[in-house]
Each structure stands twice: as structure tokens, then as C-alpha cells.
């Protein structure tokens, strides 16, 4: 025999009885955006490689080993989106999306690729939703973006066992001065960094915070506080964001481990976290990055955004709180007698018309073996249709949860059932 062809390592399928979940947590989504005034956009999946070199940064692991990238017939290096703030900020400068408004409030979900280790929850392939404000500056913006997830988390039913961590690294006059105090702190202990904190102390200092290494953990215990550097713009910028997440009754804890390497990163940044899944793991993060606009070719443009992946957010879910999803349907329709054959599609394509979820059974089977079918599809009702039923124009309607069984006609089958599910 043929060998058969495996699906590609690190990538995952999502098969109809797990699409279910998905589609009730895109359904929670969906209706918390529309509540907050966020508007879906659905940029490209790739995009030119330049965009996340240049947005996500050329020394960061997603740019310097992470990324799908491939040239197209005209030689054109592109990329396969490892994450979409980049390609939303593309959009809006391309678009002139702020000549529809000042602030731009968009949403998104989709599929993301990168090149890392497969774990639990992360894929090759996997799937984010996010949000991003184009335009405010100010505070409350910051505020409505955090809140905004908290929502989602509280519409899941979750908001209790879920952390909210938070910091601030300041503008770029803060950044600098906090760069310079962390480089004079880590200087006497440049060897015993890794590597890789080696490499970054000149070029991006702030990334050493992140590192996963367990000797620089220890180092970067006692390193000063970007908290310390902030100049008085920024602690109050701050400050008026701890107060707003405080009046809209939205918990939260300082880190002052929390930072974001890229330069283009501003005041607020934070992470949501749960340890549902034993260690914790970030389900969402975000921040302000007011120069990524311009440093993308657009106008000096302030922005915050967040993305949470939707794998690890499932687990999360499963682990606290199963969301609830449909199932079964209304209505199997069982069909006996292949000369009946012919008027069964027909009965139920009106009946799906009318409203109902209903199948029947395609391969001509035993009349046991279609009650098994409905079974499994956990039908709610079972039609009979057999020559004296169609001779009449009825079929023998059954309840699978009380057994009751009458003769209904063709016409009147949709809502008969219709008004029994919504009694």
C-alpha cells in the first residue's frame, strides 16, 4: 500500500468535536469586541519578510530563527506572519485608516507560524486573537485595552483564577535611563551571563530580564527596578492607569520583571498569566508601542494592543471551566426502503430550510444501524419514514428523551419540533 502522508511536526487538527470549543470561545470574542466598539480587520497571512524584521525586531528569536520565510516568483523575500500587530499597523498606515477616525479601535483572529519547539498549547501553526487602539495616547486608552480582556475572561467564567501583571517601562527619556543603570548593575557580572545575555547587553539590555536562563534569573533578581527610572510624565501616566483598573474593580499585581525589549515599546505593559495548567503561563499579552507607527513609515501615531493565543487559552478553559457548546440535532431522519430513496433528500432540505439541524443516512443502511447514527449525532428527535408513512405523508416523529412517538405530516414536522425545543 501507498505510505501515508503524515501531517507536518508541530502543527495540529482541529477536528469537529474540538472546532466546538473553538467556536464558542470565538463566539464569546466576538460578542465582547462588539460591546467595546472594536471592529474586525483580516489582514494577509504572509507578508513582505522587511515588515517584521523591521516590526518585531531583527535581533529578537522570532525574526532571527523562528520564521517561515520563502521567495515568490519575482525573488520577493516573504514571511509567513508570526504575529499580526505588525501587519495591522501595515493596514492602517496603507489604508489612511485615520481618516476614518482619530482612533482606531480593530480586532483579530487567525492563524500565526512559527519555527519554535512544539510544546502543550503551542503549535507551529498557531491561532491568536487580539486587539489593537491606534491613536490615544492617553491613560484611559491603556485601561480600556486591558479591560477590554478582562471582559472576555469574565464572559468565560475564569476572571477569578486568572492574573493580571503589570509594569511600566516609561517613555523613551525613562528607557534610556533605566538602559544605563541596568547596563551599570549587570557590567560586573557580564561573565557569568549566558551566552545569548552576552550578545544582547550592548544591543538590547532590557531583553537580559526575559531571559529563561536560571543563572541569569538569579542575577536579574536584584537588578534596579525600571519602576526607579521613570521621569514624572511617566509615573503619571502610570499612575492614572492603576487608578482606572482600580475604579473599574479589575485586580492586578506590579511586576517589575515585566518589560518589553523593542525599543518602540512604551509606558504600559502587562500580561495576563494562569496557573490552571501548573507553572504559569501568559494566556495574553499586550502593551503601548507608540513608535511602531512611525517606525513602520506612517505619522507619529500613539497604539496599545494585546493577543492571547486561542490553544493555550483552551486549555486554560477546559482546566477551570468547559464552556458549554451545542450539540446533537434536532432531527435524524430514517429512511426504510431504498425506493424511498428519492424523496428523502427533498424532506430534509426543507426541513434544514425551516430551521432545523437534521441528517439522515447516506449509505443505505439497516434501520438499526441508523437509530446507532442518530445515536451518536445525539439526535433530539428520529423521523421514520417507511411506504405506509409515505403514502399518508406523514412520519413517525419520536422523542428520544421520553420515547413518544406520533404520526406528524411532512409540512408540519419543523415546528412541531421547533415549538417542542423552545417550550
Not at 71 to 88: C, F, H, N, Q, Y
Not at 312 to 334: H, Q
Not at 380 to 407: C, H, M, P, S
Request: hydrophobic share 40%.
Amino acid at each position: 500500500m501507498p505510505e501515508k502522508v503524515q501531517r507536518v511536526k508541530g502543527v495540529n487538527d482541529i477536528l469537529p468535536e474540538e472546532a466546538k470549543q473553538w467556536q464558542a470561545l470565538e463566539s464569546v470574542v466576538k460578542h465582547v469586541m462588539e460591546k467595546f466598539a472594536f471592529g474586525e480587520i483580516r489582514p494577509p497571512i504572509f507578508e513582505k519578510t522587511e515588515l517584521f524584521a523591521r516590526g518585531v525586531g531583527e535581533d529578537t528569536d522570532i525574526v532571527s530563527k523562528e520564521m517561515y520565510s520563502f521567495s515568490d516568483m519575482s525573488k520577493s523575500s516573504l514571511t509567513l506572519r508570526p504575529e499580526l500587530t505588525a501587519g495591522v499597523v501595515r493596514s492602517y498606515i496603507q489604508n489612511n485608516l485615520q481618516q476614518i477616525s482619530p482612533v482606531q479601535k480593530l480586532w483579530y483572529e487567525g492563524p500565526m507560524f512559527r519555527q519554535e519547539r512544539p510544546q502543550k498549547g503551542r503549535y507551529r501553526q498557531f491561532w491568536q486573537f487580539g486587539a489593537e487602539a491606534i491613536g490615544s495616547p492617553n491613560p484611559e486608552q491603556d485601561a480600556e485595552m486591558i479591560a477590554l480582556f478582562f471582559a472576555i475572561l469574565k464572559a468565560l467564567g475564569i476572571e477569578k483564577s486568572v492574573l493580571l501583571k503589570i509594569n511600566s517601562v516609561g517613555d523613551s527619556e525613562s528607557r534610556a535611563t533605566y538602559r544605563k543603570a541596568l547596563q551599570d548593575f549587570l557590567r560586573p557580572h557580564l561573565s557569568e551571563l549566558s551566552e545569548t545575555s552576552q550578545h544582547r547587553f550592548e544591543s538590547n539590555p532590557l531583553r537580559i530580564l526575559d531571559s529563561k536562563a536560571p543563572n541569569d534569573k538569579l542575577l536579574v533578581k536584584n537588578a534596579p527596578k525600571i519602576r526607579e527610572c521613570l521621569n514624572a510624565s511617566s509615573k503619571t501616566h502610570y499612575a492614572e492607569v492603576l487608578k482606572m483598573l482600580e475604579a473599574m474593580g479589575i485586580p492586578y499585581v506590579q511586576d517589575d520583571l515585566l518589560v518589553r525589549g523593542l525599543d518602540y515599546y512604551t509606558h504600559t505593559i502587562f500580561e495576563f498569566t494562569s496557573d490552571a495548567l501548573g507553572a504559569q503561563d501568559a494566556i495574553c499579552g499586550g502593551g503601548r508601542y507608540n513608535d511602531l507607527v512611525k517606525e513602520l513609515g506612517g505619522q507619529d501615531v500613539p497604539a496599545i494592543g494585546w493577543a492571547s493565543g486561542i490553544e493555550r487559552l483552551l486549555l486554560v478553559v477546559e482546566a477551570l471551566r468547559p464552556l458549554e457548546v451545542a450539540s446533537g440535532l434536532d432531527l435524524f431522519l430514517i429512511v426504510l426502503g431504498d425506493e424511498l430513496r428519492l424523496t428523502a433528500p427533498k424532506l430534509v432540505h426543507e426541513w434544514r430550510e425551516a430551521g432545523l439541524s437534521c441528517d439522515m443516512d447516506t449509505l443505505r443502511r439497516s434501520m438499526k444501524a441508523q437509530m446507532r447514527e442518530a445515536n451518536r449525532q445525539e439526535a433530539r428527535y428520529v423521523a421514520i419514514l417507511g411506504e405506509e408513512e409515505f403514502d399518508q405523508g406523514v412520519v413517525q416523529l419520536k422523542n428520544f428523551e421520553t420515547g413518544e412517538q406520533e404520526a406528524v405530516s411532512f409540512e408540519n414536522v419543523a415546528s412541531v419540533i421547533i415549538n417542542a425545543l423552545s417550550s
